[in-house]
T-cell receptor, first 117, second 114 residues
Framework: DTGVSQDPRHKITKRGQNVTFRCDPI?????LYWYRQTLGQGPEFLTY????????KSRLLSDRFSAERPKGSFSTLEIQRTEQGDSAMYLC???????????????FGEGSWLTVV | SQQGEEDPQALSIQEGENATMNCSYK?????LQWYRQNSGRGLVHLIL?????REKHSGRLRVTLDTSKKSSSLLITASRAADTASYFC??????????????FGQGTRLTINP
């Protein structure tokens, strides 16, 4: 158990519907990341928060995707007007404040599976 | 592309044997992290090796890093059926204000046969 919680674990939705995923990071971690993973591939970086500020976004994050972290604790990832190509596992991860030049371990949650039909 | 590549893509061995997986990457890194992923589950962190380290151990795991060759290897000794999973290396880059971006390869699918 890594301590990062994601909800829901599975979501099946019809094309065109909106979906929202929630992530609760490890409590003392102020850095939060979203990744996307499709079958047979490694995870791909989507976006990064430090506290409540969204500081980095991938080009993979189209205008239909929006992520928030309103109070610097939990985060939500919303996908509007879902498309079949959005079917994937959405992974949340968190880490502690960078304390030196060496970086920190990044811990992942169990992921939220999205199937768009 | 900064993406790392794991080799082999799939590996099947008998229980008790050692398993070695390799990872190559293209640009300079800060650290390299190895993760395990059971089917349909999230990623479990195994080891972080820093760019100034050459070898690191954790239980039955041994990771090496050769920055001159831009490669890393993960050795699992005395494999067990429970080690069956996909293994990913992730190269670790700083993006902004010290935050890290992990770039994953496609992984090695390891199967341990009882």
């Amino acid at each position: 158990d890594t301590g990062v919680s994601q909800d829901p674990r599975h979501k099946i939705t019809k094309r065109g519907q909106n979906v929202t995923f929630r992530c609760d990071p490890i409590s003392e971690h102020n850095r939060l990341y979203w990744y996307r993973q499709t079958l047979g591939q490694g995870p791909e970086f989507l976006t990064y928060f430090q506290n409540e500020a969204q500081l980095e976004k991938s080009r993979l994050l189209s205008d239909r995707f929006s992520a928030e972290r309103p109070k610097g604790s939990f985060s939500t990832l919303e996908i509007q007007r879902t498309e079949q190509g959005d079917s994937a596992m959405y992974l949340c991860a968190s880490s502690q404040v960078w304390t030196g030049a060496s970086g920190n371990t990044i811990y992942f949650g169990e992921g939220s599976w999205l199937t768009v039909v | 592309s900064q993406q790392g590549e794991e080799d082999p893509q799939a590996l099947s061995i008998q229980e008790g044997e050692n398993a070695t997986m390799n990872c190559s990457y293209k640009t300079s890194i800060n650290n390299l992290q190895w993760y395990r992923q059971n089917s349909g589950r999230g990623l479990v962190h195994l080891i972080l090796i820093r760019s100034n380290e050459r070898e690191k151990h954790s239980g039955r795991l041994r990771v090496t890093l050769d920055t001159s060759k831009k490669s890393s290897s993960l050795l699992i000794t005395a494999s067990r059926a429970a080690d069956t999973a996909s293994y990913f290396c992730a190269t670790d880059y700083f993006i902004i204000q010290g935050a890290q971006k992990l770039v994953f390869g496609q992984g090695t699918r390891l199967t341990i046969n009882p």
